[in-house]
């Protein structure tokens, strides 16, 4: 009788372990605001009434949040992510319960069958361990999934795809710097003093851009004190990294969605791709060099005929290349 029931909670516990498997949508990462931002910086600088201040503004930015409901991560991005897109914590503490319960089978139960039984419920619960541990410790220091909530909702589905508006009419650095660079608020200026109402989120997203600059668009005059937009990054890489976008751009050829995925799709921006060591070491292990820019050249002088060599080839791998 026992021993059916050590059966029977085996059999549900591994119910719950699929049922976690497909729990939430909402990859847990993607609350993130630049209110947390402050709250910590504040915590940092000394507490007090800075942490009193960041608190209010968190609640406000939180509240305000809650009003847009058009800032939803599209479903299609929701589930980036190490393992089972971000949400590793459930199915893991089931699966550890599953495999002690079943360990205990093993141990204790009576008759072959239920010991059988236990010993494959134990070595499942024992690879989903190893396979979300695997996955969890290799994501370590990246930020897959990564979806913060900015201060002002621009959505690039809406300006690139819609409206056909070129990366590089934003991003203006993107050819010639080392960073692709943000754009600022009066390069939005020069559409939304004519557009001041969106289809989807009306004037709230596009009055703020006018708060922040200081700017009437009944005048039309700069009447107000402006302040600096605080934007959270969403592709970060860690410090000891070199990356130049011009040099990728410019004479890699390299497109913008090879590195952050279909952003053109996106209403809010989703680090899509894993951006590991692994995913550039394999890039410059298969993309041939192009010769006609100035940064490459002088290598056409020294390739053989129909020679092409690989951006491995030319110190794609080398340490010194990315970290110095």
Same mark, same amino acid.
């Given at each position: 009788?026992?021993?059916?029931?050590?059966?029977?909670?085996?059999?549900?516990?591994?119910?719950?372990?699929?049922?976690?498997?497909?729990?939430?949508?909402?990859?847990?990462?993607?609350?993130?605001?630049?209110?947390?931002?402050?709250?910590?910086?504040?915590?940092?600088?000394?507490?007090?009434?800075?942490?009193?201040?960041?608190?209010?503004?968190?609640?406000?930015?939180?509240?305000?949040?809650?009003?847009?409901?058009? @800032?939803?991560?599209?479903?299609?991005?929701?589930?980036?992510?190490?393992?089972?897109?971000?949400?590793?914590?459930?199915?893991?503490?089931?699966?550890?319960?599953?495999?002690?319960?079943?360990?205990?089978?093993?141990?204790?139960?009576?008759?072959?069958?239920?010991?059988?039984?236990?010993?494959?419920?134990?070595?499942?619960?024992?690879?989903?361990?190893?396979?979300?541990?695997?996955?969890?410790?290799?994501?370590?220091?990246?930020?897959?999934?990564?979806?913060?909530?900015?201060?002002?909702?621009?959505?690039?589905?809406?300006?690139?795809?819609?409206?056909?508006? @070129?990366?590089?009419?934003?991003?203006?650095?993107?050819?010639?710097?080392?960073?692709?660079?943000?754009?600022?608020?009066?390069?939005?200026?020069?559409?939304?003093?004519?557009?001041?109402?969106?289809?989807?989120?009306? @004037?709230?997203?596009?009055?703020?851009?006018?708060?922040?600059?200081?700017?009437?668009?009944?005048?039309?005059?700069?009447?107000?004190?402006?302040?600096?937009?605080?934007?959270?990054?969403?592709?970060?890489?860690?410090?000891?990294?070199?990356?130049?976008?011009?040099?990728?751009?410019?004479?890699?050829?390299?497109?913008?969605?090879?590195?952050?995925?279909?952003?053109?799709?996106?209403?809010?921006?989703?680090?899509?791709?894993?951006?590991?060591?692994?995913?550039?070491?394999?890039?410059?292990?298969?993309?041939?060099?192009?010769?006609?820019?100035?940064?490459?050249?002088?290598?056409?002088?020294?390739?053989?005929?129909?020679?092409?060599?690989?951006?491995?080839?030319?110190?794609?791998? @080398?340490?010194?290349?990315?970290?110095?």
């Amino acid at each position: 009788m026992r021993e059916a029931q050590t059966i029977r909670m085996l059999l549900l516990s591994w119910v719950l372990f699929f049922f976690s498997f497909s729990y939430s949508n909402q990859n847990l990462l993607s609350f993130h605001s630049s209110a947390d931002y402050s709250f910590v910086q504040a915590q940092e600088e000394g507490g007090g009434k800075a942490v009193k201040e960041a608190k209010e503004e968190k609640t406000v930015q939180s509240s305000s949040v809650e009003e847009r409901p058009y @800032d939803k991560i599209d479903p299609e991005f929701r589930n980036l992510g190490p393992g089972f897109g971000g949400k590793n914590t459930i199915p893991f503490v089931i699966a550890l319960v599953v495999f002690l319960l079943a360990m205990g089978g093993v141990i204790k139960g009576k008759s072959k069958a239920v010991k059988t039984a236990a010993g494959v419920f134990a070595l499942a619960s024992l690879g989903v361990i190893a396979y979300i541990t695997y996955w969890e410790a290799r994501a370590l220091g990246r930020q897959q999934g990564y979806a913060p909530v900015q201060p002002i909702w621009f959505s690039h589905k809406v300006h690139v795809t819609q409206n056909k508006i @070129d990366c590089e009419y934003c991003h203006v650095d993107v050819r010639e710097s080392r960073h692709a660079g943000i754009p600022s608020l009066n390069v939005c200026l020069n559409c939304h003093s004519v557009v001041k109402k969106g289809k989807i989120s009306g @004037d709230k997203e596009i009055s703020k851009i006018y708060a922040y600059l200081g700017y009437n668009p009944s005048t039309q005059q700069f009447d107000k004190p402006g302040k600096p937009i605080e934007w959270i990054k969403v592709h970060n890489l860690p410090d000891h990294v070199y990356f130049n976008h011009a040099q990728h751009v410019q004479a890699g050829k390299v497109a913008c969605q090879e590195c952050h995925g279909p952003v053109e799709k996106m209403n809010r921006v989703v680090e899509y791709k894993e951006l590991s060591m692994k995913f550039c070491l394999d890039c410059h292990r298969k993309r041939e060099i192009i010769t006609d820019n100035q940064y490459y050249a002088l290598y056409k002088f020294h390739l053989n005929p129909g020679e092409k060599p690989k951006v491995k080839d030319i110190g794609g791998q @080398d340490c010194s290349s990315c970290h110095y």
